[in-house]
């Protein structure tokens, strides 16, 4: 039986590709440390085994690593604006929690690590649809350090010939997502603002673009990733998102009919205003195809 183990397992896109590796009869281990505060609940398998710890404390991890096949590594502080307010917190959690990850695989011989990275990446001087060619203009420290983890898992492949496979999502939605605070994942707070009979709070005009992809999508990419036996894929950047683009308006006419009910709050600092994926790298190398269909899902699902 193979054995992965999941940074972050218990969290929104960290507790979906658990189950589906419990679904592919792998033997999993969850590492989280559960201090996300944007969760009602966290998730559990009862399938998966689970370690309550921060990645960030390499002493503690490192044992676990042993005899490991593929590790996930999606444990992070996945909020822009937090890390904007506390910079030194992105960077620990974020590069350094990374950078544990990588070395406890190195030391332990594990043959592959999975990253989460993120589109915000690309910032505002790439114009979408974004490549994975182009230079990364980060506008915040959660995209600092988020893109240093990238090249620290470059790093490993090239030096230490650790497998690695760096995924940028891009605005991930579904089942489990994120419901508290303000600074929830656009759509979820949308649909419960929406059931409250509140009116829906979008940040500046509304004009900004988003490419939505669901949750599904972005845990067959991962799969993808860990069996895959092209090595082109080894230490490379993939885009994970659908190749469209929606409007926050519209996303609120997709929730709350033709005229729904808003209201505007101040835009935030360090946040993009358009984002579209070319995602041509994954399709090519990986054979990932986006199956889930944003206005299909918010329909079903409100």
Not at 44 to 71: G, M, P, R, T, W
Not at 109 to 118: I, L
Not at 123 to 134: K, L, R, T, V, Y
Not at 232 to 248: E, R, Y
Request: include cysteine.
């Amino acid at each position: 039986m193979k054995k992965a183990i999941v940074t972050g397992g218990a969290g929104f896109i960290g507790s979906h590709i658990v189950d589906r590796l419990v679904q592919e009869n792998y033997q999993v281990l969850v590492i989280d440390d559960e201090s996300a505060d944007t969760h009602e609940s966290f998730y559990y398998n009862k399938e998966a085994l689970y370690c309550k710890e921060s990645v960030q404390n390499y002493d503690k991890i490192v044992s676990l690593f042993h005899d490991v096949d593929v590790v996930f590594h999606l444990a992070a502080e996945s909020r822009i604006q937090p890390c904007v307010h506390n910079p030194l917190m992105a960077a620990t959690a974020n590069t350094l929690g990374t950078c544990s990850v990588l070395q406890a695989s190195k030391v332990n011989n594990v043959r592959r690590v999975v990253y989460s990275s993120t589109s915000a990446s690309y910032g505002a001087i790439n114009a979408p649809p974004f490549s994975e060619e182009m230079r990364p203009h980060c506008l915040n420290p959660y995209s600092v350090a988020k893109v240093a983890g990238e090249e620290f898992c470059r790093i490993y492949y090239e030096l230490y010939g650790l497998e690695t496979v760096t995924f940028r999502y891009f605005n991930v939605y579904g089942e489990r997502q994120p419901l508290k605070g303000q600074y929830a994942p656009v759509i979820g707070l949308f649909q419960e603002q929406h059931k409250r009979g509140e009116p829906m709070t979008i940040v500046g005009d509304g004009q900004q673009t988003r490419d939505f992809t669901h949750v599904s999508d972005v845990v067959e990419a991962n799969m993808l990733a860990a069996t895959t036996n092209n090595n082109q894929a080894f230490g490379q950047v993939f885009n994970i998102g659908t190749g469209n683009s929606c409007s926050i308006i519209e996303l609120t006419k997709m929730v709350g009919g033709p005229t729904p009910d808003i209201t505007f709050i101040p835009p935030r600092p360090g946040e993009i205003r358009h984002a579209k994926a070319d995602n041509s790298k994954a399709k090519a190398i990986l054979q990932w195809e986006p199956k889930v269909l944003l206005e299909a899902w918010v329909n079903n699902g409100v």
